[in-house]
């Protein structure tokens, strides 16, 4: 390795796939025309951004092919989201990259993640279309409020103050006037 190699740092990466697609997301945030180019076998990724603004560069040598003709790029602000489609679908990829070695920028993204037993009604086979809606569907954008009243912020009502719970709390007491 190159002295390069030493400095520029790869950007985080997250993954996960289903039985014909990967997702793959780049975490780099405030990074402006990037380059990114995605090959059968490989994709390399190269910003500068982040909190330091300095160079990040990564190449990501793939388990196996995909289908770089139908990539979808979709930039998302702090993220680069990609779909890459497999070349052969079928079995899971024990792992995103050809080296079985473990890479401290790679993670997996258990957001989007399904394991190989899950049922495809679960969104197996998914339109890369309706990924954005999968996104504000996880984000939980607009969702209802779980545990709570109608606008979505927590009832207290039902909860049990013990056995004191009529009596007045200290809390209640009428505060001293100021000399």
Same mark, same amino acid.
């Given at each position: 390795?190159?002295?390069?190699?030493?400095?520029?740092?790869?950007?985080?990466?997250?993954?996960?796939?289903?039985?014909?697609?990967?997702?793959?997301?780049?975490?780099?945030?405030?990074?402006?025309?990037?380059?990114?180019?995605?090959?059968?076998?490989?994709?390399?990724?190269k910003g500068v951004g982040g909190t330091?603004k300095k160079e990040h560069e990564v190449?990501? %040598?793939?388990?196996?092919?995909?289908?770089?003709?139908?990539?979808?790029?979709?930039?998302?602000?702090?993220?680069?989201?990609?779909?890459?489609?497999?070349?052969?679908?079928?079995?899971?990829?024990?792992?995103?990259?050809?080296?079985?070695?473990?890479?401290?920028?790679?993670?997996?993204?258990?957001?989007?993640?399904?394991?190989?037993?899950?049922?495809?009604?679960?969104?197996? %086979?998914?339109?890369?279309?309706?990924?954005?809606?999968?996104?504000?569907?996880?984000?939980?954008?607009?969702?209802?409020?779980?545990?709570?009243?109608?606008?979505?912020?927590?009832?207290?009502?039902?909860?049990?103050?013990?056995?004191?719970?009529?009596?007045?709390?200290?809390?209640?007491?009428?505060?001293?006037?100021?000399?």
């Open positions: 390795m190159g002295d390069q190699a030493d400095v520029v740092t790869p950007p985080p990466v997250m993954w996960a796939q289903r039985s014909n697609l990967l997702f793959v997301t780049i975490c780099l945030e405030d990074c402006k025309n990037p380059t990114i180019r995605i090959e059968a076998d490989k994709v390399y990724f330091e190449t990501i %040598n793939l388990y196996k092919e995909i289908d770089s003709d139908k990539a979808v790029q979709s930039p998302k602000g702090r993220n680069f989201e990609l779909v890459l489609y497999k070349k052969e679908s079928g079995p899971f990829w024990p792992r995103l990259t050809k080296e079985n070695k473990k890479f401290h920028w790679l993670k997996s993204d258990f957001n989007k993640w399904q394991d190989e037993d899950d049922s495809e009604e679960e969104g197996g %086979n998914m339109d890369p279309n309706s990924l954005e809606e999968m996104m504000r569907q996880m984000g939980g954008l607009g969702g209802g409020g779980v545990g709570g009243g109608l606008d979505g912020k927590p009832n207290f009502d039902d909860l049990d103050m013990g056995e004191d719970a009529d009596e007045p709390d200290s809390d209640d007491d009428e505060m001293p006037d100021l000399e």
